[in-house]
C-alpha cells in the first residue's frame, strides 16, 4: 500500500514536499515513481528513482526543480518541489515497480491515491 502525503496550495515560486509512505518488507526491491495528472490530461511522468537511490529520472519540465530521494529504513520516499508554477497544479501519485525505474506509468504495479498540488500565480 502507498499514501502520498504533504500536498497543499502554494503560490507559484514557493515549495512543497511530498512524501510517500509503503507498507510491506519488500520496499527496498521496488524502483519508485511520481507521477501527476492535471484535470482533462494524461498522467504523466515526473520523476523516478531506483531501489538503492543509485539512478534517478526526471520530467525535462521538471528537471533542476524538483528532487526524488528516498530512505528504504522508513520505507519511504520524498519528491522535493522548488519553485513552482501554476503549471506544476495536479494530482501526484507516487507508484512502485520491481526492477528499473521506468517512466512509463503502464510498467508500474502499485499506485497510491494522490495528493492535490496547487500552485496559484
Known amino acids: 500500500q502507498l499514501v502520498e502525503s504533504g500536498g497543499g496550495l502554494v503560490q507559484a515560486g514557493g515549495s512543497l514536499k511530498l512524501s510517500c509512505a509503503a507498507s510491506?518488507?519488500?520496499?527496498?526491491?521496488?524502483?519508485m515513481g511520481w507521477f501527476r495528472q492535471a484535470p482533462g490530461m494524461d498522467r504523466e511522468f515526473v520523476a523516478a528513482i531506483s531501489a538503492t537511490s543509485e539512478t534517478t529520472d526526471y520530467a525535462a519540465s521538471v528537471k533542476g526543480r524538483f528532487a526524488i530521494s528516498r530512505d528504504n529504513a522508513k520505507n519511504m520516499m520524498f519528491l522535493q518541489m522548488n519553485n513552482l508554477n501554476p503549471e506544476d497544479t495536479a494530482a501526484y501519485y507516487c507508484?512502485?515497480?520491481?526492477?528499473?525505474?521506468?517512466?512509463?506509468?503502464?510498467?508500474?504495479?502499485?499506485w497510491g491515491q494522490g495528493t492535490q498540488v496547487t500552485v496559484s500565480s
Open positions: 507508484a512502485a515497480v520491481f526492477g528499473y525505474p521506468d517512466d512509463d506509468s503502464y510498467e508500474y504495479e502499485y
Open positions: 510491506g518488507s519488500t520496499f527496498s526491491t521496488y524502483a
